[in-house]
């Protein structure tokens, strides 16, 4: 896993004061104006609030008010994407979401471990990046450095630990290759 970073100094401090209050900042604003607003209702909203908060969100995408979104200002969505219900984004490091990707109900986008052979256990992360016209199907696990091809699809319930090829469709835990996605 050559896209890991292990304990890079821009995050020895990533629970420094400063972070540990602005997440305070964020979670309450997010639960007080993001969360009563029912499912898709009011998405532009929600999408200012994220932007306000550093997320580079285009207009278009949608963003359910009971998604959980870690560090707004590691996310990236482009037009048309989609974080479902209870999709859970811990984007310690980078979350990069394609144009037209659905990311299902329940999903668990986590871009940060700890590296279990040290003693310390020092945190560990490396992005994920969910490529246009995928969808990612509920429940979900997406772990750190995972790249999800163009227009693939990974099934309910899967694991995935390895990058998912474009236009392929995978499933299980872990997740492995199902099929090619063919277009009609």
């Known amino acids: 896993m050559n896209k890991l ?20 900042i964020w979670g309450i604003v997010w639960f007080l104006l993001a969360r009563p607003i029912p499912r898709k ?22 963003v ?14 482009a037009e048309y994407s989609i974080l479902g219900s209870e999709v859970d984004c811990y ?23 700890h590296d279990f052979l040290k003693v310390d256990m020092p945190l560990i992360t490396a ?11 509920a429940d979900v696990f997406i ?16 694991s995935v630990f390895k990058d998912v090829t474009p236009w392929s469709v995978v499933g299980g835990n872990p997740a492995r290759f199902i099929k090619i996605r063919e277009m009609y």
């Open 91 to 113: 984007n310690v490091d980078k979350i990069k979401i394609g144009a037209h990707v659905v990311v299902s109900q329940k999903t668990y986008l986590c871009s940060a471990s």
């Open 127 to 137: 992005p994920i990046i969910i490529e246009d016209q995928a969808w990612i199907a």
């Open 5 to 24: 970073i292990v304990n890079a100094p821009a995050y020895k401090n990533a629970f420094s004061f400063k972070i540990k209050l602005t997440r305070i």
């Open 64 to 77: 359910y008010s009971s998604a959980r979104i870690y560090l707004p200002w590691n996310l990236e969505m």
């Open 143 to 158: 772990g750190m450095g995972v790249t999800i091809g163009q227009g693939a699809v990974v099934g309910a319930r899967s």
């Open 41 to 62: 209702l009011l998405n532009r909203w929600k999408l200012i609030l994220l932007k306000v908060f550093g997320a580079k969100v285009h207009k278009s995408a949608v």
